[in-house]
């Protein structure tokens, strides 16, 4: 006898730095890496990761993610995510960490106000 059950579809796997969806919450994330069958995200800009099973997720809409990327109108800020994306796109993972740190770097002394 055969199962007609149909299986559910492969979860989404998504590069490091794509912009996502949580759709638990509607929050958008950016990838940052894998930890066995989850995916870890954070906030575009920095802050705390967190974990999200792959059928959570869904692509950010071309609209979600200029929202993210035109954020700032500090030119450093437009020059640090132009670098970090430029990064990115090219699978250069150390110069796009790099340029991640110096984006959250420069957010957290320029517009937070904090030193460490």
Known sequence: MRDNTPTPPEAMTYREGTYV????????AQVM???GP???V?????GREWEVPP???RLATRE????AVRGPACEECARLQAAQRAAVDGG????AVAATVSLRTHVRKTHLGRTS
């Open 38 to 40: 989850r995916v870890q």
């Open 21 to 28: 969806v949580d759709t638990r919450s509607a929050t958008l």
């Open 64 to 67: 979600e993610r200029a929202a």
């Open 33 to 35: 890496g894998t930890v």
């Open 55 to 57: 059928q959570a997720l």
């Open 92 to 95: 250069r993972r150390d110069q």
């Open 42 to 46: 954070r906030r575009p800009g920095g």
